[in-house]
């Protein structure tokens, strides 16, 4: 273990979360499905809500793969989320990338503002507006790259160097990458969260987020508010979590190597008006995405030339595509964000920041690719004349 961080990323997902085998030789972790600790044991543990060995081990893991020092495990994505924004104080600032989550922004918005949060939200990919940390001077700079759901890309380091002249924070919501395509704790942000339900865990059988930090003060918020606010997982779901991420890295460049695949294939087909995709070299940001990842994730953007309703009617005629909502599994998903994830977001506003009606999001899984092409054929060909 003290040569780990000599060890490369596979070999840090398989071995780090390890330790808790006793006299045993299991050569796999138990679950610890207990909510107490016999005072004054030499773990130091307590109570569940404040700690388990289940948390502990994915904790280890986590931090390795980010790079980072300390990592603090959560029930969901959202409650990493509630956990950092807890920290701030009535008239705080935080900017925000614009195109941020859609439960990050309603957290901000209907939970948040009422204890006297102010977010301002600012499009974080374009370099001239970030003059405006240096003018507002935030607490907190929160953005995600890529966004969801157009896969904006936001530079990382640059952001961080403008953010550390005026003191303020950096926060990624690193959900999209997975640690193994980028680690934003070494591209210089101080808080790296992701929800875990998605590539993390990679297998869409439970929720749970992470926020990694080499920041020992941050270390000791989030402790605090894993316990303080009840955000803890299921010793069962930190388990499964930590399982999943042993495969990080294979089950990353299957990803990869099939959401390019499609990308490609889809620039090509009549009746699709626009695809995204981080390392298609029609991608505005392309030069930037592979400066700071190392492959483009499982997620691409594609408009057909259709309404709405043909653009479902496409989505429904898939087979091995589910049309759901979350990402990142070893399953092919498809979401339709102008009736799904962003219907909530008034139709001229969606026009404006580029949802169109026909546009479509494909979580491409590990499947033959032969096999995925072929289905998303036979549903174009029905939909588009
Ligand atoms: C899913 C998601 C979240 C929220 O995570 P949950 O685990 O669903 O609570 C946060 N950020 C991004 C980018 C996500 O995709």
Redo the contacts with the bound molecule.
Sequence with gaps: MSDQTKDGFTTRAVHAARGFAGSTGAVMPPVFLTSTFASSNADGFDYTRSGNPNFRLLQQSAAALEGAGFATCFA????A?TAVVSTLRSRDLVLAEENV?G??YRLFDKVFAKFGVRVAYLDLSQPANWEEIRRQRPTLVWL?SPT?PLLKIVDIAGITAVAREVGATVLV?N??ASPYLQRPIELGATLSLS?T??YVNGHSDC???IVATNDAGWQDKMIFAQKALGLQPSPFDAWLTARGQRTLALRMERHCANALELARWLETRRGVRLVRYPFLPSHPQHDLARRQMSGGSGIVIAELDCSAEDALRFCRRLRLFTLAE??GGVESLICHPPTMTHASVPPEVRRRVGIGDGLLRFSVGIEDMADLIADIDAALREVVR
Excluded: A, P, Q, R
Excluded at 76 to 79: D, L, M, W
């Design positions: 969901s994505g959202v409650s989320i989550y439960c990050t995600e969801n919501d959900t999209f929800s339900t998605k929720l749970g987020g979350s990402l």
